[in-house]
């Protein structure tokens, strides 16, 4: 619309969508989508002998290239082929029409804040004294965890959940809702709930006193069940998906 135009980025150009969420969640989904279709290929009259073997690291390589291919379309070099002035670093307001960035002062007419936001830890006992994963590192793995413990139902618990299993973690939900997808109607989220359940993740709803121990590298869960039993897992990563 003709203005002059800067733009201040603190961490990466792109944001959430393409460094921790739709790019490389879809990336590693698609990947666990074929691992699946392999496995009911006979439904389809195509024979195939024995499991498939994935190789976990390379599924993350390629996730990580294709982040990368697509990155041109959030670079720095686009931006600035626009006419926009791009700014790394960190930006702060100065006064009514200032900001300061990386020892730079910028004057403004307007100024448009659109930082979006992060994921906060929740409360749970005992989590700050365990290494978990979230969504802006979990995409930083390079060897498959074993046993993989996702803590909330939402979307992305139930993405990445169904994700790992299908790529070879013993993968368990926890939620302390009835069902998966709380938000949701009832019958959709149990249609999710029982493809979960099909691929084997197991479900642990209506969980109370959720906490966590550490037990050496590993990570131990402890929680009561939906009918006040005590119950405890040691797994290797535990992720807090919201």
């Excluded at 709930?193 to 050496?216: H, I, M, T, Y």
Aim: charged share 25%; glycine share 10%; hydrophobic share 40%.
């Amino acid at each position: 619309l003709g203005a002059k135009v800067a733009l201040i980025e603190r961490r990466f150009m792109g944001g959430d969508c393409l460094n921790y969420g739709c790019v490389p969640s879809k990336a590693l989904i698609r990947c666990a989508t074929a691992v699946h279709d392999v496995k009911v290929a006979d439904q389809y009259g195509v024979h195939v002998t024995g499991d498939p073997d994935v190789d976990f690291a390379y599924v993350m390589e390629r996730m990580r290239k294709l982040r990368g291919q697509i990155s041109e379309n959030d670079s720095v070099q686009r931006f600035t082929d626009l006419g926009i002035d791009v700014f790394l670093g960190e930006g702060r307001f100065t006064h009514s029409n200032t900001v300061e960035v990386e020892g730079k002062k910028l004057r403004f007419r307007r100024a448009v804040i659109a930082t979006g936001a992060r994921a906060a830890s929740p409360p749970i006992p005992g989590l700050d004294q365990v290494e978990y994963l979230d969504n802006e590192n979990l995409f930083n793995l390079t060897e498959r965890p074993a046993r993989l413990l996702v803590v909330g139902g939402g979307p992305i618990g139930c993405e990445m959940s169904q994700a790992f299993q299908r790529l070879g973690s013993e993968v368990t939900l926890v939620d302390q809702a009835p069902q998966v997808l709380g938000k949701e109607d009832a019958d959709a989220a149990g249609l999710v709930q029982q493809a979960l359940l099909a691929d084997g993740v197991n479900l642990q709803l209506s969980v109370k006193e959720l906490r966590f121990e550490p037990r050496g590298k590993e990570k131990a869960a402890c929680w009561m069940d939906a009918e006040g039993r005590p119950q405890e897992l040691v797994v290797d990563e535990v992720l807090i998906a919201g």
